[in-house]
């Protein structure tokens, strides 16, 4: 993890550039960011573009740093081109969930690389469902699995209790993302991580049961 290939090089830079414009240009940041009613007029760029802004520094640089430790184990396993699709997708299917639950709230906004950078992580702990992963507040290694498991289901629990102005559900859309597309690319992981492909469904069905019966 941590080696940096040039589409990975690419997608920062372009982060870090279209970020910067927007913090500090109101009209430009405006525009592009995703906003519910700018997409019901049919402004529909703006579920891609809004994947290239942040509020702040410290929000690009948490997800562009997330981006960096986890691009290589998916541009190893599936390519750069594969890898690029997985961001893509991921960013799109995370816009998408968030229009779904935000569909009649108007005046709704979002911006950040969340999505798709999650995408990039589930797609990362699909493929290597045995790694190691560390945190901050936490001394021991976590299982790669638990932790995209728990990650999910603290998601749920944000967009269940609306108590923060994080984007959950975008960031669930982009690990929807990265896990169907995954699989799609790798077929192979049917025959060699089963198990670990139903684990790491369980939070996304229960998103889906939970939404049915009217609980989110």
Known sequence: MGNLSIVTIVIIVANVLISYKGFGDFNFFEKYKFNVGGIKRGEQFRMFSSGFLHIDTQHLLFNMLTLFFFADVVIQDLGALSFVLVYVGSLMLGSLLS??????????????????????????????????LYMFFVPIPIPAY???????????????????????DAHFGGAIGGYIITLFLATWLFETNLLMIGLLAIPIVLLFVLKRMGKL
Do not use: C, Q
């Open 99 to 132: 229009l779904y639950f935000h569909k009649d709230e108007y005046h709704y906004s979002a911006v950040g690389a969340s999505g798709a950078v999650t995408g990039i992580l589930y797609s990362a702990i699909l493929l290597r469902p045995e790694m190691s």
């Open 146 to 168: 638990v932790f995209g498991i728990g990650y999910l289901l603290y998601s749920i629990y944000g967009m269940k209790s609306k108590s923060d102005n994080i984007g959950h």
